[in-house]
């Protein structure tokens, strides 16, 4: 049997109850139209409603309804996780129509050239959210990114100083760095953060790096030393998948004062006279049900449906509510100020000698499935062969204390693009996977974009028409020779390494036609290379973004409370007032940790009065 039919036969084995259910799981998720609608008047009410149940708001429920006086509604509009999202190397094949809403950007002027001048903008359906199908990554980023969250909101609680507090309180941290260290490390958290075993090519890039004089270091120290790389630290136990669902969901799913309905889609928050957030209405299973909060209300929907609820609600720019026959409760910028990390793939490094980097021709073996199902470890255990992530600081970077680039290194090549395999069906990405030498790919990415005049708008005041999502990647001019100076590096770090040389590494690209016109390698040249070969890591964050009550371009006050409404908030990446310049899971993580304390606080301070 081929390594091919041997992972094509594996995967269908895991996957075969899903596929069985899938039907009913699309019926039960579909959006209905108006005819097929039944208005239910049976009303309940809780304490707190949550609505959205991955990264953030598997936290708030978790710690939320740990008081047992609290009564607490966690609504979900898709369902439980897929089985088949535990396992690591599976995270390219895992976009399907059941873990995924299919959102695309609209039209690109400046970039996505490779895949009709639009993008697949990932967003997890189900229980755990986008965490079931990132890359698990476990990054915080630096320590300057949330001081300039602090002096931007008015409030040191999202000071560098005060957020480490947050992220370690969910640590389970049992990485390379050992001993840990307790200053920025906890080992008592939820979050279960390890090295996979499995580093193709690990050995020779760091080896690379030190000759070079390039730091290799713990990366969640909040001091970056860039350019400093390290071992890639995964969001994994025992070599599966350990996402929000895993962490925070699964073992309170008994708890008496916790609901959760799945499969309910939040058609808008609900309002009183006062503008005070009384409750929501939701569609599930065809039925339009209000349900009702004595205390608050919380959107974690993300940023891309969060403010979408919003604005279904009456909650947004005036002008573009009006145009769509939305009655306006409060004119705020929700949608405006999205932002993403923008990248592109330096692919791919050949090299002469061999067993240097995964092949999966050669690597991938009937005894890789029995390491990983008896001891969780192996090439399975970590996602698209990536072994090492790091940051490198521009020399036009306005912030340099702040690296503005961050890599992503892969053991193996990716035909054309790692970025665009969730456009590619999954036998193709599995039959070029078969046909591949020693090699690496590197993905560039620009983590402080200068582009942040991105917005995310209404299609309709139909709920279930998807939102309008408009990255307008590169629309600020300084972007584009950030990012080529951060693909230049990289390349240098390869070709100018005797390691490599003795390795015989070679630099081979998939030059687009639309290329050629241009000298080889020069800045033209990659200008139009990235342009073609544009991709995101999928951290959409910033569309209800976190500021002083009195800025213009405020959504929410630093307590994440919409500003001119009582009892509503914002809990996940949208209220992020800049981006951070790393993976946003873990700062995601952090806020909702810090939302709770400021939850729970709140009603303490109510219940005293």
């Excluded at 001891?375 to 062969?385: E, N, Y």
């Excluded at 046909?435 to 139909?462: A, C, H, Y």
């Excluded at 995601?588 to 304390?597: D, L, T």
Aim: with cysteine.
């Amino acid at each position: 049997m081929t390594v091919v039919n041997v992972l094509l036969y594996t995967s269908l084995l895991s996957t075969i109850p899903q596929i069985l259910d899938r039907n009913d799981k699309l019926k039960t998720t579909r959006d209905e139209s108006e005819s097929d609608i039944l208005y239910s008047t049976h009303e309940e009410t809780f304490d707190y409603i949550v609505v959205g149940g991955g990264s953030a708001g598997s936290v708030l429920v978790n710690r939320l309804s740990s008081d047992n006086r609290n009564n607490v509604l966690l609504l979900e509009r898709g369902g439980d996780p897929d089985p088949i999202q535990q396992t690591p190397f599976h995270v390219p094949l895992q976009i399907t129509p059941v873990t995924d809403y299919g959102y695309y950007t609209v039209p690109q002027k400046n970039s996505f050239h490779s895949v009709g001048n639009k993008y697949h903008v990932l967003r997890g359906r189900g229980l755990g959210g986008s965490g079931n199908l990132n890359y698990m990554i476990y990054q915080r980023g630096a320590a300057n990114a949330y001081d300039e969250w602090a002096e931007l909101t008015g409030d040191q609680i999202w000071s560098w100083k005060s957020v480490l507090t947050y992220f370690k309180k969910g640590e389970a941290y049992n990485g390379i760095h050992q001993p840990m260290d307790k200053l920025f490390h906890s080992s008592k958290g939820e979050i279960l953060v390890s090295t996979p075993n499995f580093k193709p090519s690990a050995k020779y890039f760091f080896e690379a790096c030190r000759e070079q004089g390039v730091n290799v270091e713990d990366l969640n120290t909040g001091i970056h030393n860039a350019p400093v790389f390290d071992s890639v630290e995964l969001k994994t136990k025992n070599g599966k998948r350990w996402g929000p669902y895993q962490a925070f969901l699964k073992h309170i799913l008994t708890r008496s004062n916790l609901q959760i309905y799945r499969y309910a889609q939040v058609v808008k928050v609900d309002f009183d006279e006062c503008k005070r957030a009384k409750g929501v209405t939701y569609l599930r299973h065809g039925v339009l049900r209000t349900v009702y909060a004595r205390k608050e209300v919380i959107l974690s929907a993300g940023a891309i449906d969060t403010p979408k609820i919003l604005m279904l609600s009456g909650i947004g720019p005036a002008t573009h509510l009006e145009s769509l026959n939305i009655t306006v409760i409060k004119d705020l910028p929700v949608g405006q100020n999205h932002q993403d990390h923008v990248a592109t793939t330096v692919d791919k490094f050949v090299f002469e000698k061999t067993h240097i980097a995964f092949d999966p021709a050669r690597d991938l073996k009937v005894s890789s499935f029995w390491e990983y199902k008896t001891r969780g470890t192996g090439i399975l255990s970590v996602p698209g062969s990536l072994f090492a992530t790091g940051y490198y600081s521009t020399s036009l970077n306005p912030e340099p204390d702040i690296p503005d680039i961050q890599y992503f290194l892969l053991g193996t090549y990716t035909f054309g693009n790692p970025l665009a395999l969730p456009v590619a069906s999954p036998v193709k990405q599995l039959k070029h996977m078969s046909e591949q030498s020693d090699s690496n790919s590197v993905v560039v990415t620009l983590t402080r974009p200068e582009t942040m005049n991105g917005e995310i708008k209404l299609k309709s005041s139909n709920p279930a028409d998807p939102p309008l999502i408009d990255p307008k990647f590169f629309s600020d001019t300084s972007d584009m020779p950030r990012l080529i100076e951060g693909l230049k590096y990289t390349i240098g770090l390869y070709q100018n390494s005797s390691i490599y040389k003795n390795l015989g590494s070679q630099l081979v690209l998939t030059v687009p036609d639309m290329c050629k016109e241009h000298e080889y390698q020069s800045d033209a040249f990659w200008n139009c290379y990235i342009r073609f070969y544009t991709g995101t890591v999928w951290h959409p964050v910033g569309s209800c973004r976190m500021g002083k009550p009195e800025d213009s371009r405020s959504v929410v006050d630093s307590n994440l409370r919409v500003i001119g409404i009582k009892d509503l908030r914002v809990v996940d990446g949208s209220i992020m007032p800049k981006i951070v310049n790393c993976n946003t899971q873990a700062p995601i993580y952090m806020i909702a940790e810090v939302a709770a304390e400021l939850i729970i606080g709140s009603a303490a301070k109510s219940h005293r009065e």
